[in-house]
């Protein structure tokens, strides 16, 4: 097999359609067409059930995008892990994001890790957390951050910092006139969430809020991370509710951050790996992220 040829089975078995998956790699379909045949007739089985109007995989397809994907990160993490010895780099971390974080720890714990380990050097990757446990599983990843508290076997999850939650609420709202906001008043506005799949840990945060209280919320949209959030605050779509040191990462003049009145549970941030030894290198990452948190 041909890695070219994976990676253009990839993008069909993901698009299920040539034409998009065409697109996608830069070539014309019917080339990209023989190539999936080539595959194949290479492996000696059908990858792809077709009709005039619809593909989907067969049981060997899945079998095979499973491992494609697989192959083509190892591949990748080869290449990075060269480029990085090439520049002088002795160590190599990668570590991914869920739930949208971005916070100033986070930039502060970086700094810290050039300032204190500038021999290794750490590529950061953004995941749902399906994505983060699959690619830790898979070894695709060394590390990752979360705020869903992951307990399951074969991983140790470790609380690194603490936050509060936060409203955002639109310039020249009514909720404005309180210095802090109930969860009750918030609920009487259509409220902007996190995303069930591709914010997880925050979006279980936010049902566990609203559940204690008994309270049902008006979701007006589910958002993916802050940033669109911000964007349909300040346009007027509804009440957002976030991590405090998340909206400071944004100065938007459409918005207002109020605290949330009555919350006194703590929202963590977790770190998470295989239930494995860890390098040198991992350790000293993960000390660094305790001693942020704590000196918070």
């Known amino acids: 097999m041909k890695l070219h040829h994976l990676r253009f089975f990839v ?7 040539f034409t998009r998956a065409a697109a996608r790699v830069h070539i014309e379909p019917s080339p990209l067409s ?6 194949e007739v290479t492996l000696g089985v059908q990858l792809f059930e077709r009709d005039k109007s619809h593909i989907r995989l067969t049981w060997c ?58 021999s290794t050097a750490v590529r950061i990757f953004e995941r749902t957390v399906k994505q983060l446990l699959e690619d830790l599983r898979n070894c695709h990843l060394d590390a990752g951050f979360t705020l869903y508290p992951v307990n399951e076997p074969g991983f140790v999850t470790e609380a690194v910092w603490i936050d509060q939650p936060a409203t955002v609420i639109p310039a020249r709202h009514p909720l404005l006139s309180h210095s802090q906001v109930t969860l009750q008043e918030v609920a009487r506005y259509p409220v902007i969430v996190c995303h ?17 209280a008994n309270i049902t919320p008006n979701v007006a949209e589910y958002i993916s991370g802050h940033e669109p959030m911000m964007m ?26 109020r605290p ?8 963590q941030t977790y770190i998470v790996r295989r239930d494995t030894a860890i390098s040198p290198e991992l350790e000293g990452f993960i000390a660094r ?7 918070a």
């Not at 979006?203 to 809020?209: N, S």
């Not at 349909?232 to 951050?257: C, F, M, R, W």
């Not at 949330?260 to 929202?267: I, M, T």
């Open 34 to 39: 023989r190539a999936i045949k080539e595959l």
């Open 260 to 267: 949330l009145a009555g919350e006194d549970s703590h929202v």
């Open 61 to 118: 397809g899945e079998v095979l995008l499973e491992e494609a994907k697989n192959v083509l990160a190892t591949v990748e993490h080869a290449r990075d892990r060269v480029t990085s010895a090439a520049n002088g780099y002795r160590g190599y971390l990668r570590i991914g994001l869920s739930d949208g974080l971005a916070q100033p720890r986070m930039s502060e714990m970086l700094a810290h890790c050039r300032e204190e380990a500038p």
């Open 196 to 212: 069930p799949e591709q914010c997880l840990g925050g979006h279980l945060i936010l049902e566990k809020v609203f559940a204690e």
């Open 289 to 295: 992220a305790k001693r942020i948190g704590a000196a």
């Open 232 to 257: 349909l605050v300040s346009a007027g779509y509804g009440i957002g509710l976030a991590l405090e040191s998340q909206i400071k990462l944004y100065n938007h003049p459409g918005i207002i951050v």
């Open 11 to 17: 993008a069909v078995a993901e698009e299920l359609n």
